[in-house]
């Protein structure tokens, strides 16, 4: 039996510490609703975005150079954005799912990174950045096995504008425009910013 919009959103919910379902993200979780509907008549199962996502990065890294890059990393975030929403549509979460997307996501990221190397960017920040990143990720899973629920701080390098950010230096490089070793030093220092920022919540969530 499909979820109704309001179960949906209801579910998603409890699996996000009891997050709000309004404004910006009621849009999203709406969106997600009806292609989860979608997926469901097409057969698609929630493990197949999460592939599907996978490949899109692939395909990112190999066309690094050409306008291609683009669509293929809009492509793989937009698969890994909604095959969380689309499990919960068709009652198909699971703890291998979240498994399987946790570690999709990291290699995916991975290939992301690989795209700045790609277009010249020193090997050392895209590697310092996905590693910071995975940190990033590691700690916030961390506390949730520790049985804090509220993930706290929001900062300004969660996964999509790790996407938005290499979306605009891949942009910036294929319209021949200077700066794009220089912009990815700078959105290495966020992803440092925030990574602190998460360590902090989780040694003041610890302490209590």
Known sequence: MMLSNQEFKAKWSSLHSDAETKGIVGAW?????????????LRISPNALTYLGLLGAVGTALTAQTWWSIGFLVFSLFCD?????????????????ATLDSVVDRISEALWFYTLYVIG??????????????????????????????????????RPMRASY???????????????????????????????????????????
């Open 29 to 41: 979780l709406n969106i997600s609703y009806r292609f989860g509907l979608i997926c469901t008549l």
């Open 121 to 158: 960017v020193p090997a050392w920040i895209p590697i310092a950045f996905w590693c910071v990143a995975a940190f990033q990720e590691y700690a916030r899973t961390k506390l949730i096995s520790l049985g804090v629920s509220d993930l706290g701080v929001v900062t300004p390098a969660e």
């Open 81 to 97: 954005g909604i095959d969380g929403s689309v499990a919960i549509f068709q009652q198909r979460d699971s703890k291998w799912g």
């Open 166 to 208: 290499i979306f605009i230096i891949l942009v910036l490089d294929l319209v021949g425009l200077p700066g794009v070793t220089a912009l990815s030093m700078t959105f290495f220092a966020i992803q440092c910013y925030s990574f602190i920022s998460v360590v902090r919540f989780s040694r003041s969530q610890l302490l209590q």
